[in-house]
């Protein structure tokens, strides 16, 4: 049996590479929506306020008095709202103007204790000082500062924009979800074809090839802080309706209790943040392999050599493990179970030296099963790297093998041929 490299796009079907670009049509409709939603919401709750915030550095400083103050509220099916509505006025130039914009914050929020000291702060009759726009004194504000309520406010943009925009680079084929491996279905077997005499094609190429490992290191970081980013930017919303009811006295101790695997699971997302940024400064492994692939019962050289703090390692091992996993739906949930059928250990050390780099001959047991993907069931070979290293995330490197099934014998091959 002789093995070719799949099909390439250029050469599948044009009813295939229409369903494709229909599918990254309908992928980018789908994410388009959440990408406005964000970009327009970041710039009117973020980045408007802070463009005024940076302006009003240069804005005078002008004596005002307060006309009114007062703390409206603001009723609706989500619960009640509060509002800061402050009036006063000013000089400049011996003219009179009036303004009500106390911050640089639009709209109102649940925050009724600290919309009150506001009010308390500044009553009507008090004099205080504001900050005008010398091109335009009819733009005033009162606190001109930033506040960390912008940070707040722009979480759940944020997320929407992080969705919206890296779900059209994913359709669109620019930005990729972890590296590509090679699978079993880019070695396809086929006939083989007869040229000139006996002679067959060979797909497979002989020679190293240096593995590359089924995630990478910064991949895992960004899928970490993407998850954090909008698991804490809902928590923080449900936190801070907790915080105003202790605030106001009228704690809502369901809600509290309600939310502390929340906020547990958001604290754990946060330490795997940190814990993956540190994983980024360990040593390196680089892996080559004698040949691209390996049929069952075949031997092929592996050599890896480290890069980086190779020295705080305290011991390696290397395993050549074989996984068979099985995906089913029960009613509307889906399940996927995983058993390793194989797990052959090819390296164990504690001395640096040999740590460092070294060269292991690898064998796949004859009697097992070759690499398979079905869809639902796969029968995945792959070689992991595990690193020890004391009071740091150890080194966990997976690398992923392609097993071909028994090669036909030369018997066979000369019949087919034939």
Same mark, same amino acid.
């Given at each position: 049996?002789?093995?070719?490299?799949?099909?390439?796009?250029?050469?599948?079907?044009?009813?295939?590479?229409?369903?494709?670009?229909?599918?990254?049509?309908? =992928?980018?409709?789908?994410?388009?929506?959440?990408?406005?939603?964000?970009?327009?919401?970041?710039?009117?709750?973020?980045?408007?306020?802070?463009?005024?915030?940076? =302006?009003?550095?240069?804005?005078?400083?002008?004596?005002?008095? @307060?006309?009114?103050?007062?703390?409206?509220?603001?009723?609706?099916?989500?619960?009640?709202?509060?509002?800061?509505?402050?009036?006063?006025?000013?000089?400049?130039?011996?003219?009179?103007?009036?303004?009500?914009?106390?911050? /640089?914050?639009?709209?109102?929020?649940?925050?009724?204790?600290?919309?009150?000291?506001?009010?308390?702060?500044?009553?009507?009759?008090?004099?205080?000082?504001? /900050?005008?726009?010398?091109?335009?004194?009819?733009?005033?504000?009162?606190?001109?500062?930033?506040?960390?309520?912008?940070?707040?406010?722009?979480?759940?943009?944020?997320?929407?924009?992080?969705?919206?925009?890296?779900?059209?680079?994913?359709?669109?084929?620019?930005?990729?979800?972890?590296?590509?491996?090679?699978?079993?279905?880019?070695?396809?077997?086929?006939?083989?074809?007869?040229?000139?005499?006996?002679?067959?094609?060979?797909?497979?190429?002989?020679?190293?090839?240096?593995?590359?490992?089924?995630?990478?290191?910064?991949?895992?970081?960004?899928?970490?802080?993407?998850?954090?980013?909008?698991?804490?930017?809902?928590?923080?919303?449900?936190? @801070?309706?907790?915080?105003?009811?202790?605030?106001?006295?009228?704690?809502?101790?369901?809600?509290?209790?309600?939310?502390?695997?929340?906020?547990?699971?958001?604290?754990?997302?946060?330490?795997?943040?940190?814990?993956?940024?540190?994983?980024?400064?360990?040593?390196?492994?680089?892996?080559?392999?004698?040949?691209?692939?390996?049929?069952?019962?075949?031997?092929?050289?592996?050599?890896?050599?480290?890069?980086?703090?190779?020295?705080?390692?305290?011991?390696?091992?290397?395993?050549?493990?074989?996984?068979?996993?099985?995906?089913?739906?029960?009613?509307?949930?889906?399940?996927?179970?995983?058993?390793? /059928?194989?797990?052959?250990?090819? /390296?164990?050390?504690?001395?640096?030296?040999?740590?460092?780099?070294?060269?292991?001959?690898?064998?796949?047991? $004859?009697?097992?099963?070759?690499?398979?993907?079905?869809?639902?069931?796969?029968?995945?070979?792959?070689?992991? @790297?595990?690193?020890?290293?004391?009071?740091?995330? $150890?080194?966990?490197?997976?690398?992923?093998?392609?097993?071909?099934?028994?090669?036909?014998?030369?018997?066979?091959?000369?019949?087919?041929?034939?």
């Amino acid at each position: 049996m002789l093995f070719r490299r799949k099909k390439s796009e250029t050469d599948t079907a044009i009813s295939r590479q229409g369903k494709s670009a229909l599918g990254r049509g309908c =992928a980018l409709l789908f994410f388009l929506p959440f990408l406005l939603i964000g970009v327009g919401t970041m710039y009117a709750l973020l980045i408007k306020p802070l463009m005024y915030v940076q =302006a009003a550095r240069n804005w005078v400083e002008t004596p005002c008095q @307060i006309v009114s103050s007062q703390l409206k509220e603001h009723r609706d099916n989500d619960g009640t709202t509060y509002s800061v509505e402050i009036v006063y006025t000013y000089e400049v130039s011996g003219e009179r103007y009036e303004s009500s914009r106390y911050d /640089f914050i639009d709209g109102s929020s649940s925050a009724r204790g600290a919309n009150q000291a506001i009010v308390d702060r500044y009553p009507a009759g008090a004099e205080a000082v504001c /900050f005008v726009d010398p091109n335009d004194p009819n733009e005033a504000v009162i606190d001109r500062e930033f506040s960390w309520v912008f940070l707040a406010l722009a979480i759940i943009p944020l997320a929407f924009t992080l969705v919206g925009g890296g779900g059209m680079l994913v359709a669109c084929g620019v930005w990729q979800v972890g590296r590509r491996t090679p699978k079993t279905a880019d070695w396809l077997p086929t006939q083989p074809q007869a040229k000139s005499g006996v002679q067959a094609e060979l797909a497979p190429q002989a020679g190293p090839v240096v593995l590359r490992p089924s995630s990478s290191r910064w991949g895992s970081i960004i899928g970490v802080s993407f998850f954090a980013l909008i698991w804490n930017g809902v928590t923080l919303a449900f936190l @801070i309706k907790v915080a105003e009811g202790f605030e106001q006295g009228e704690p809502e101790w369901f809600l509290t209790l309600f939310l502390i695997p929340f906020v547990l699971i958001g604290l754990g997302s946060i330490g795997a943040i940190g814990y993956y940024f540190l994983a980024l400064f360990n040593p390196r492994p680089t892996v080559t392999l004698s040949q691209p692939t390996v049929t069952l019962g075949g031997t092929m050289r592996m050599e890896w050599k480290f890069s980086g703090r190779t020295h705080a390692m305290q011991r390696l091992q290397i395993h050549l493990r074989g996984e068979e996993s099985a995906t089913y739906r029960r009613g509307t949930d889906t399940y996927t179970d995983t058993e390793r /059928f194989a797990d052959m250990l090819l /390296f164990d050390s504690v001395d640096p030296l040999d740590m460092a780099s070294g060269v292991v001959e690898l064998r796949v047991p $004859d009697d097992s099963m070759h690499s398979f993907d079905g869809g639902n069931n796969r029968i995945e070979w792959k070689i992991c @790297i595990d690193g020890e290293i004391r009071r740091w995330p $150890d080194v966990r490197e997976t690398y992923p093998l392609v097993v071909l099934p028994h090669p036909v014998g030369q018997a066979a091959l000369a019949s087919v041929v034939n």
